[in-house]
């Protein structure tokens, strides 16, 4: 029998390598398409694209059971003139050049996932933002996660094709190069004590319960829209500092002043706002659909990112399912 077709563009990046290696594993056909295949981590069929022009990756769509849009430009980084344009042309380029190809389908995919941001959300430290009563924020980043939807959600694909943006807040992994990994370093290190006021919410949610939220959503047909990808719990920073020191076993945890981190960020070429805005973000239609998290909580989350390192180490079974596995087997 025919395997299922994931087709996943902007495989290179940290989500692309950690779904491809997530649906490989699953039974999907994946086919992994990217500009280079430089951080590829070669699960599936690659197809190159420039993220915007038509090419013969466009076949790859005919019949997919999903398409997934994780290409753009790192948002990790100066917010100059250059930059800001590359980072809403590289998402809206993508976007557009996918919704072409699949008018182009006989048989259309039947599911196309775009992975838009819980940025999308205004700063807020009065309470949770929804899918339904959650208010649009202004500034940059958000302006570019709301004409990012709109591009995506007013694109004239076939009624048959189903569309979700996923708003998905910090994805938790124990891989370099990514927030936790820098987080843990610092707290290693003594440094990971409130950064500014420490109230700001931090959404986050572990890889693993960001994957099988994907899977939640394409086995369910009846869903489309938006879905916040966030943990339940969202704790303060300064809470989630304190969790992450206590696991790592650091008792400092030295403060960052608000001017500290602008300097910091302006020495290392990236934005205050990516620790400063706060996202209080709740994942009420996962919810409410019956998804259930194996990752509700940041403390337990942490706890098993510890014992994981790079794709294989998160690949590995959950100690939990092993411990259950042989409770079940010794009963
Ligand atoms: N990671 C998170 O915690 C998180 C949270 C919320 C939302 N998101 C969003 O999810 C998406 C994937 O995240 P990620 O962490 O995997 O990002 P990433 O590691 O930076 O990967 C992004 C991918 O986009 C591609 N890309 C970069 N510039 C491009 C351009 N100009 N045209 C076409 N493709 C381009 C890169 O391909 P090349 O290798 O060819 O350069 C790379 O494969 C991004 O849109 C990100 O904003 C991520």
Redesign the pocket.
């Known amino acids: 029998m025919m395997k299922p077709v994931a087709v996943i563009?902007?495989?290179?990046?940290?989500?692309?390598r950690y779904l491809a290696r997530h649906w490989t594993r699953s039974g999907y056909e994946v086919v992994a398409v990217?500009?280079?295949q430089?951080?590829w981590g070669g699960d599936g069929m690659f197809l190159p694209w420039?993220?915007?022009n038509p090419g013969p990756w466009e076949l790859a769509l005919e019949g997919a059971a999903v398409v997934v849009n994780?290409?753009?430009?790192?948002?990790n980084c100066r917010y100059d003139g250059k930059n800001r344009r590359?980072i809403l042309?590289?998402?809206i380029?993508?976007t557009k050049a996918i919704g072409a190809a699949i008018r182009k389908c006989r048989k259309p995919p039947g599911l196309w996932i775009n992975?838009?941001?819980?940025?999308y959300y205004r700063h807020a430290e009065d309470g949770p933002q929804d899918e339904w009563r959650g208010e649009p924020g202004d500034g940059f980043s958000a302006d570019v996660a709301r004409r990012w939807e709109e591009v995506f959600f007013g694109d004239a694909t076939p009624a048959a094709v189903r569309k979700i943006v996923v708003r998905?807040?910090?994805?938790m992994a124990n891989e370099k190069d990514?927030?936790f990994a820098i987080l843990k370093r610092l707290a290693q290190f003594g440094l990971a004590g409130a950064m500014g006021s420490g109230d700001q919410r931090v959404s986050w949610i572990h890889i693993r319960d960001w994957l099988d939220a994907l899977d939640f959503l394409l086995a369910n047909p009846l869903l489309d829209g938006v879905f916040n990808l966030t943990a339940p719990e969202c704790p303060t920073n300064r809470r989630m500092l304190d969790l992450l020191r206590e696991k790592v076993a650091m008792p400092l945890g030295l403060p960052t002043a608000e001017w500290m981190i602008a300097l910091g960020a302006f020495l290392m070429k990236t934005e205050p706002e990516l620790v400063l805005k706060s996202r209080w973000v709740e994942p009420a239609r996962l919810i409410d659909e019956g998804f259930v998290f194996r990752w509700p909580q940041w403390s337990n989350a942490v706890e098993d990112l510890l014992t994981r390192e790079g794709l294989a180490g998160h690949f590995r079974e959950s100690s939990r399912r092993s411990m259950g596995l042989r409770a079940w087997a010794q009963a």
């Open positions: 563009f902007g495989v290179n990046g940290f989500l692309g990217g500009r280079s430089r951080g420039d993220g915007k994780l290409a753009g430009r790192s948002v590359a042309e590289s998402r380029d993508s992975v838009g941001t819980a940025t998905t807040g910090m994805v990514t927030a």
